[in-house]
């Protein structure tokens, strides 16, 4: 961590057009490492860093902040919201990747996989992502079922018992329609994880194993954290995985079978 805050100390201009990796590279270390260097320093997570690495490289030039950010703004070509947006998403890939314990998620991916019942909590953009591990783990014949209903979460919440998982997604760790379902999964026996951008948020204390989400920016023209969204469809791609391939002799036929009975509404239709 010595070597990466050195670097970015030294040449602000040169570091801010490096990704994770290349900063990596540069300095000898891991990508982990810069992430948590980047922490350490105050920001969220490595983009930010390397905003204001750029910031303060433009003003040692300039004398003044430059004149365009990252952010999108009003009166953005949208050539130039599809550059803005590639570049986001895509170092909050690497900054997710980066930082996901891999201890936790193979944790979190064996009690999946020995769940007699799922139940996935998410609200608004979350529960979008919480639909789509429930249809996921469906597909390879598990029992799992999302809810976006506060009110149906709990009363679900209530059934669950040992041996049973609950999986609730927040970035901001602290929404409480999601964390209150988990509260009561947790008391009543269930194993319980946690897909957040804040792993000190309100939602650890009722987490078994925990899953860090980048801590993605948001802007006035960004409301709905698109990029934390993707980096949480990150965290649930690697779920399903890891469960596949823990249980392929059961979870391959089955794919095969859900693939086989929607095939037909995949055909042209005869006129």
């Not at 990704?19 to 969220?44: I, K, W």
């Not at 009110?151 to 997604?169: E, F």
Request: net charge negative; glycine share 6%.
């Amino acid at each position: 961590m010595q070597r990466v805050a050195e670097a970015v100390a030294g040449d602000p201009a040169g570091c801010a057009a490096l990704t994770v990796t290349g900063l990596a590279e540069r300095t000898g270390t891991s990508e982990a490492t810069v992430v948590r260097t980047s922490r350490l320093l105050g920001y969220p997570g490595y983009r930010d860093l390397r905003l204001a690495l750029a910031a303060l490289a433009a003003q040692q030039a300039t004398g003044r902040a430059p004149a365009v950010t990252a952010d999108i703004a009003v009166d953005d070509s949208l050539t130039d919201v599809v550059t803005k947006l590639a570049q986001e998403e895509q170092q909050c890939l690497a900054d997710t990747a980066a930082a996901l314990d891999t201890t936790q998620l193979e944790a979190a991916v064996a009690a999946l996989a020995g769940a007699r019942r799922i139940d996935v909590y998410g609200i608004g953009a979350s529960s979008l992502v919480g639909q789509d591990l429930a249809q996921k783990l469906l597909r390879i014949g598990l029992i799992a079922h999302a809810h976006a209903d506060p009110h149906l979460a709990v009363t679900n919440a209530v059934q669950m018992r040992t041996g049973d998982v609950a999986v609730a997604i927040t970035h901001s760790g602290r929404t409480t329609d999601v964390i209150e379902p988990l509260r009561v999964a947790f008391d009543h026996g269930a194993t319980t994880i946690a897909i957040t951008g804040r792993p000190d948020g309100e939602i650890a204390a009722y987490a078994d194993h925990i899953l860090t989400t980048s801590t993605a920016r948001e802007s006035e023209l960004r409301p709905a954290a698109m990029s934390s969204r993707t980096s949480q469809l990150l965290v649930v791609d690697c779920l399903f995985v890891g469960v596949a391939q823990r249980t392929y002799e059961t979870a391959a036929p089955a794919l095969s079978a859900s693939y086989e009975a929607l095939a037909h509404r995949h055909s042209p239709r005869p006129r």
